[in-house]
C-alpha cells in the first residue's frame, strides 16, 4: 500500500501506527504487528497491568493481607478489592497509572481535616508555583491570583507544622 | 417518597425555562469517595456492603441538602422504576443492575449520591445550561460534609482510593452534555471526538458509557483523574467545552447561510413528522426533536419552545413513556403512545420560518 514505515523496535514493515499527544506536541510511533503486541500499544491502557500480571504467573503472586484479594482477582476484574490493595499493588500498577493517568502522583484535594505531611505540601507548593508561572505566561489573571493565595496558604502550613 | 414523585416534581433538568442552553444541555460533576477500612463494593461480603450502605444513608439522610428528598434502595424497586432513574442520569445502569446499591437524590434533582456502585460512594452534581463552577462548589460542599462523618480512604500519594485505577486521585469526573446537531450534519464530529479523544477527553453518547449519540448529543468528560488538580482538570474541559461550542455555533451560521430553504425545510419537515405521525420510535423521535431543537437555537422557532422540546428529548425514553402512562408496555405500544404524547405537546407550536439567529 505503498507504506514504508519502520517498527521502531524491530526494523520491520510497520503495520500499527499510534499517535499520541506529550506536552501538547503530537508523537507518532510505527510498529509491526509483533512488537505492538508485546509493547501492549494497542491495548487498552487499563488491560495493560492485566497482560503484566498474566505473564507473570497464573497463580496469585500478590495477595492483600486485608481483603484476601491477589493479582489473579484484578486480572479477572481490572478493579481492587479495598483501599489497602493500593499499598499491596501499588508498585505493579505504576506503569498502568503512568500509563491511564496525567501523573502518577496525586496533586488535588485532600479530605476535610487531615493535615498532609510536609513532603506533600512541598510537592503542592512546587506545583502550585509551576501553574502560577503558566497562569501568568497566558495573561490569566484570574488564576494567577488564586494560584498565589493557595502558595501562601500552603507555605503557612508548611511553618506550623 | 417514590419514582412517581421524582418524575412528577418541578426539577433541574425538565423545568429550566430560561437557561441559557444553546448548546450545552447540562453540567455534571461526580466524585468517586470510598471509606477506609472497608473493601470495595465489587469484593465486599453482602454484611459488608449492608454496613457500608446504612453508614451512608444516615450520613447523607442527616445534610440539608437532602432534606425533604428521596432515599432510594434498588432492591426495593420494579424493574421501569430503576430503568427511568437511569433515563434521568440520577442513578447508572450498574447500580440498577445491582441488588445493594441505593440511591439519595435531593428534591429539586441538582445533587444525587449513588451508594454501594463501583465505590461506596458516588457524589453526583446536575445543572441545567454550562455551570462547572457551581456544580462543582456544591459537590465540594457534600464531599466537605460527608467527609469527616465518614472516614475517607486517601493517601498523600494517590489521593482517593477507587476500586478502578482510572478514577483514583481526584475522583472528579466532570462532563457536559452537548448539542451538535450541525457538526453532525457538515460531518465535522468525527474530527472533533478524535481531537478531543487525543488530549484526554472522552466523548460518548446521550446515556454514556457505549451508547449511540441518539438525537445528536454528546456527553464529553475528563479521562484523567491523576496528576492533575481539580481546578487543573475543570480548566483543560471549559477550554474544550468553548471551543466546541464555538465550532457548533460557527457550523450552525455556514449550513443556515449555505443551504437557505433546505435547512428551513430539514426543520418544517420534522415539525410535520412529530405533529403527524402515528408512530413514532426512540431513535426516530431522537432525531426529529434534534432539528426541531435546532430550529428553535436558530430563529426557525420561537427561542422559549426549545424547552419543551427538551422536556420530550427526556420524557420520550422507553422507561418514561411507561412510566408516565403508567402500564408496562411493549415497543409497539411505546411507538404508539409516543407519538401522541409529542402530537399533544407540539399542537400549538406555531410555523417554521427561516432563520434568523
Not at chain 2, 426549545?306 to 402500564?327: K, N
Request: proline share 4%.
Amino acid at each position: 500500500m505503498g507504506d514504508t514505515r519502520q517498527c521502531a523496535i524491530c526494523g520491520q514493515p510497520a503495520t500499527v501506527h499510534v499517535s499520541h499527544i506529550a506536552d501538547g506536541k503530537m508523537v507518532q510511533m510505527h510498529y509491526c504487528e509483533a512488537c505492538s503486541q508485546e509493547k501492549g500499544a494497542t491495548d487498552p491502557a487499563v488491560f495493560k497491568l492485566v497482560d503484566v500480571l498474566a505473564a507473570q504467573a497464573a497463580q496469585p503472586v500478590l495477595v492483600c493481607p486485608s481483603c484476601g484479594f491477589s493479582d489473579v482477582d484484578f486480572r479477572k476484574r481490572g478493579r481492587l478489592g479495598c483501599p489497602a490493595c493500593w499499598e499491596v499493588f501499588g508498585e505493579a500498577l505504576g506503569g498502568l497509572l503512568a500509563k491511564v493517568q496525567h501523573e502518577p502522583v496525586h496533586h488535588g484535594r485532600a479530605p476535610a481535616g487531615l493535615q498532609p505531611d510536609e513532603a506533600t505540601l512541598r510537592a503542592r507548593i512546587e506545583s502550585a508555583r509551576r501553574e502560577l508561572a503558566a497562569a501568568v505566561k497566558a495573561e490569566d489573571f484570574e488564576s494567577a491570583a488564586r494560584l498565589r493565595d493557595e502558595i501562601a496558604r500552603l507555605e503557612s502550613s508548611v511553618k506550623t507544622s | 417518597m417514590s419514582v412517581r414523585d421524582i418524575l412528577s416534581a418541578e426539577n433541574e433538568l425538565t423545568n429550566m425555562l430560561g437557561a441559557q442552553q444553546a448548546v450545552v444541555l447540562s453540567t455534571r460533576v461526580r466524585l468517586a469517595r470510598n471509606l477506609a477500612g472497608l473493601p470495595f463494593p465489587g469484593w465486599a461480603k453482602p454484611a459488608q456492603r449492608e454496613e457500608v450502605a446504612d453508614r451512608c444513608l444516615k450520613a447523607l439522610e442527616a445534610l440539608p441538602r437532602f432534606r425533604r428528598g428521596h432515599v432510594l434502595r434498588m432492591s426495593g424497586l420494579s424493574d421501569l422504576d430503576r430503568a427511568v432513574l437511569v433515563e434521568r442520569h440520577l442513578v447508572s445502569k450498574e447500580l440498577a443492575n445491582g441488588k445493594s446499591g441505593a440511591a439519595v437524590i435531593s428534591r429539586d434533582q441538582t445533587c444525587s449520591v449513588m451508594v454501594n456502585e463501583e465505590d461506596h460512594l458516588r457524589i453526583q452534581v446536575v445543572k441545567a445550561g454550562w455551570h462547572l463552577r457551581s456544580a462543582w462548589h456544591l459537590a465540594e460542599q457534600l464531599d466537605d460534609a460527608l467527609a469527616p462523618r465518614l472516614g475517607f480512604a486517601f493517601s498523600e500519594r494517590l489521593g482517593y482510593l477507587t476500586a478502578c485505577p482510572t478514577n483514583v486521585g481526584t475522583g472528579l469526573r466532570a462532563s457536559a452534555m452537548l448539542h451538535l446537531p450541525a457538526l453532525c450534519l457538515s460531518g465535522h464530529m468525527d474530527k472533533v471526538t478524535r481531537g478531543l479523544g487525543q488530549d484526554g477527553l472522552a466523548v460518548r453518547g446521550w446515556l454514556g458509557e457505549g451508547t449511540e449519540a441518539a438525537g445528536n448529543v454528546f456527553q464529553i468528560s475528563n479521562q484523567q483523574t491523576l496528576g492533575r488538580s481539580e481546578e487543573e482538570i475543570m480548566k483543560h474541559l471549559s477550554g474544550w467545552i468553548k471551543t466546541v461550542v464555538e465550532q457548533e455555533r460557527n457550523a450552525r451560521r455556514r449550513l443556515a447561510a449555505e443551504e437557505g430553504e433546505k435547512f428551513t425545510d430539514r426543520a418544517a419537515r420534522a415539525l410535520g413528522v412529530l405533529r403527524h405521525a402515528r408512530l413514532l420510535s426512540s431513535a426516530e423521535s431522537m432525531n426529529m426533536l434534534s432539528h426541531l431543537r435546532l430550529a428553535c437555537d436558530m430563529g426557525c422557532l420561537p427561542e422559549e419552545r426549545r424547552s419543551a422540546v427538551d422536556r420530550l428529548m427526556i420524557e420520550g425514553q422507553p422507561a418514561h413513556i411507561q412510566a408516565l402512562t403508567g402500564a408496562e408496555l411493549d415497543s409497539d405500544a411505546r411507538d404508539v403512545r409516543r407519538a401522541a404524547a409529542i402530537r399533544e405537546a407540539l399542537k400549538d407550536f406555531p410555523e417554521v420560518g427561516p432563520p434568523s439567529a
